[in-house]
């Protein structure tokens, strides 16, 4: 099937890391993206991963691809209460049509 | 740069009438526009994609005769919800894409039929 799955919250301290997990499903997928989603907001894109790559870090957010447990992650370093959103994982297979297949999102509460 | 707007932001209409979304890429051009419609605390759901000059493609479920989709440029895709009724109330984004595989997202319109 095509879910992609992530856990529906998480609450951190304002300073420490979050860490928000995806797994996805479709092993061809070309690039995999995160979306951050404010209240009755549109969806702001955060950073994206091409397949080939492991790793990927800017400023402090950090993507972690593990392709063999078709498995991503998103790291906030010295996470701030503005930081608190609706975060989503999507996976962009190479279908040919563009569709994206969303994760569930995960709510990341940052607590002062 | 990738910058796509949405219009109204909100709107609120009574049943029976039909409501007007519009969604711009307003610094590219858009060869493909998507519609999603997202229920509280939930996922986005795909709608349909829209292709300039082209019908568009929906997603099953999803009523074509009550969504009508124009994408009469590369840079406006419009979607008109006819006949809307209460069950239709919801928050509407689109996004568009560059020719590249990333979407950009607009900030959605929120609908309330009255």
């Known amino acids: 099937g095509e879910d992609v799955e992530q856990s529906l919250f998480l609450s951190v301290r304002e300073g420490d890391s979050s860490v928000i997990n995806c797994t996805y499903t479709d092993s061809s997928s070309t690039y995999l993206y995160w979306y951050k989603q404010e209240p009755g907001a549109g969806l702001q894109l955060l950073t994206y991963i091409f397949s080939n790559m492991d790793m990927k870090q800017d400023q402090r957010l950090t993507v972690l691809l593990n392709k063999k447990d078709k498995h991503l992650s998103l790291r906030i370093a010295d996470t701030q209460t503005g930081d608190s959103a609706i975060y989503f994982c999507a996976e962009s297979p190479t279908s040919g049509t563009y569709k994206y297949i969303f994760g569930t999102g995960t709510r990341l509460k940052v607590l002062a | 740069g990738a910058v796509v707007s949405q219009h109204p932001s909100r709107v609120i209409c009574k049943s029976g009438t039909s409501v007007k979304i519009e969604c711009r890429s307003l610094?590219?051009?858009?060869?493909?526009m998507f519609w999603y419609r997202q229920f509280p605390k939930q996922s986005l759901m795909l709608m349909a994609t829209s292709n300039e000059g082209s019908k568009a493609t929906y997603e099953q479920g999803v009523e074509k005769d009550k969504f009508l989709i124009n994408h009469a440029s590369l840079t406006l895709s419009t979607l008109t919800v006819t006949s809307a009724h209460p069950e239709d109330s919801s928050f509407y984004i689109c996004s568009a894409r560059d020719g590249g595989e990333t979407q950009y997202f607009g900030p959605g319109t929120r609908l309330l039929v009255l």
């Open positions: 610094d590219f051009q858009a060869t493909t």
